[in-house]
Nanobody, 129 residues
Framework: QVQLVESGGGSVQAGGSLRLSCAAS????????MGWFRQAPGKEREGVAA??????????RYAESVKDRFTISRDNAKDTVYLQMNSMKPGDTAMYYC????????????????????WGQGTQVTVSS
């Protein structure tokens, strides 16, 4: 049974920073793809960032709304993936979910929640103006 446990959420003022962590219960070397999604009340779950390794390629992808502000990274030695969030805005307020998959997810499809097999329980992020 794979478990993903997020941490690092909280409340921050606009312009501030948070770093989310997602610890996996198994060796993340087995996950070719890891990502972050978020869901605000009344809205659909949306892709925030992903990192994926396939044959001869590794990519990181970001939603346009977070590009140049958020950075995804992974530390396989610690079985953890991170999301560094800077210059945060009230629009970033949401429940943030970690996702993982054993397969390579094409860079054009990473934002589709249905393609990801494993999910964490989420961590709340609130940005006040």
């Amino acid at each position: 049974q794979v478990q993903l446990v997020e941490s690092g959420g909280g409340s921050v003022q606009a312009g501030g920073s948070l770093r989310l962590s997602c610890a996996a219960s198994r060796d993340t070397y087995g996950f070719n793809s890891m990502g972050w999604f978020r869901q605000a009340p009344g809205k659909e779950r949306e892709g925030v960032a992903a990192i994926s390794t396939g044959p001869g390629t590794t990519y990181t992808r970001y939603a346009e709304s977070v590009k140049d502000r958020f950075t995804i990274s992974r530390d396989n030695a610690k079985d953890t993936v991170y999301l560094q969030m800077n210059s945060m805005k009230p629009g970033d307020t949401a429940m943030y979910y970690c996702a993982a998959d054993s397969m390579y997810i094409d860079y054009s499809s990473w934002h589709l929640p249905a393609l990801w097999d494993y999910w964490g329980q989420g961590t709340q992020v609130t940005v006040s103006s």
